[in-house]
C-alpha cells in the first residue's frame, strides 16, 4: 500500500459546467495546470471522474497529461474514492480538487506525512467546499474514509467526502498544521466556482506565472490588486455556504 493522488474532477458544475476544461492559459485548461503542478511530486496521480458521457472530457485531459483514469458513480463521491484508492493500493490519500489552478505543491509536502498514525492531515478548520483559498490539498487514509462509509448514508457526506471528518472529529485522529498566512486573510478567493472566478484566476494567473513559471502563495499575494480583492470579497460574499 502506498500514498497517492486523487484529483476529483467533473464536467457538471451547476454554476460553472465544464469549468475544469475550458481554456484557462495558452490553451491549457485548469486541470491540465493543476496536473502538470501535481507531476513535480512523487506520488503516483489518479484523476477520479464520474461515469456520466459528458465527463469525456476530463478523459481526454488524463490522457493528454498521460495520467491515470478511474470513473465511478457520478453521486457517490466518497464510493468513488475509495474504490479507486482500493483499485491503486492507495492506503493514504492526498485529495485534490481539480477546479484549484493555484493548488500549492509545496503545501501538499507539508501535509504528507506518512509514518503518523493519523485519519487525516489539515491546515483548515472547515471543509474545503466551504472555504474559498483554492491552494490546500487534505491528506486522507483509506480507513477514514470506510470509516466514514460504515457510519453515515446521508447524500451531504456521500458527496463531499471529508466534511464528515471536520464535523465529527473526535470519531478520528486529525493532525491538524499550523495554517499558513492565508488562512488569515478574509477578502482572498482563488478556487474557482462562477465565470466571475474564472476570469479573475485566468487574469491572476497570467500575471504570476509570466513573471515566474515556478510562482508560490507569496507571488500570488503579491500580484492581487485592490480591484481584485474587492471582486474577490463580492465573490465570497455570494458563494457563501
Not at 86 to 106: G, H, K, L, Y
Not at 154 to 164: A, P, S
Not at 199 to 224: D, H
Amino acid at each position: 500500500m502506498q500514498t497517492g493522488i486523487i484529483v476529483q474532477a467533473r464536467t457538471g458544475s451547476t454554476r460553472l459546467p465544464n469549468k475544469v476544461v475550458l481554456p484557462f492559459y495558452k490553451e491549457r485548461c485548469i486541470l491540465d495546470i493543476v496536473l502538470q503542478k501535481l507531476k513535480t511530486l512523487k506520488y503516483p496521480i489518479v484523476i477520479a471522474t464520474s461515469n456520466n458521457p459528458n465527463d469525456i472530457e476530463i478523459v481526454k485531459a488524463a490522457n493528454r497529461n498521460n495520467v491515470q483514469i478511474f470513473r465511478a458513480s457520478e453521486e457517490n463521491v466518497l464510493e468513488r474514492y475509495i474504490d479507486c484508492a482500493q483499485e491503486n493500493n492507495f492506503s493514504n490519500i492526498i485529495r485534490v480538487c481539480a477546479d484549484n489552478p493555484f493548488i500549492d505543491t509545496c503545501l501538499i509536502e507539508e501535509i504528507v506525512d506518512e509514518s503518523a498514525d493519523y485519519s487525516a492531515h489539515f491546515f483548515q478548520d472547515k471543509p474545503s467546499i466551504q472555504t474559498h483559498w483554492g491552494v490546500f490539498a487534505e491528506f486522507v487514509s483509506l480507513d477514514a474514509l470506510e470509516k466514514i462509509h460504515s457510519l453515515t448514508k446521508e447524500k451531504t457526506f456521500l458527496e463531499h467526502v471529508t466534511n464528515y471528518i471536520y464535523l465529527n472529529p473526535e470519531l478520528f485522529n486529525i493532525n491538524k498544521m499550523n495554517p499558513p498566512v492565508l488562512c488569515h486573510v478574509d477578502d482572498i478567493r482563488l478556487t474557482v466556482d462562477t465565470v466571475e472566478d474564472f476570469k479573475l484566476a485566468q487574469t491572476l494567473y497570467k500575471l504570476c506565472v509570466e513573471k515566474n513559471s515556478k510562482f508560490n502563495l507569496g507571488t500570488i499575494l503579491e500580484n492581487i490588486t485592490q480591484e481584485m480583492k474587492i471582486q474577490m470579497s463580492q465573490s465570497i460574499s455570494f458563494n457563501q455556504k
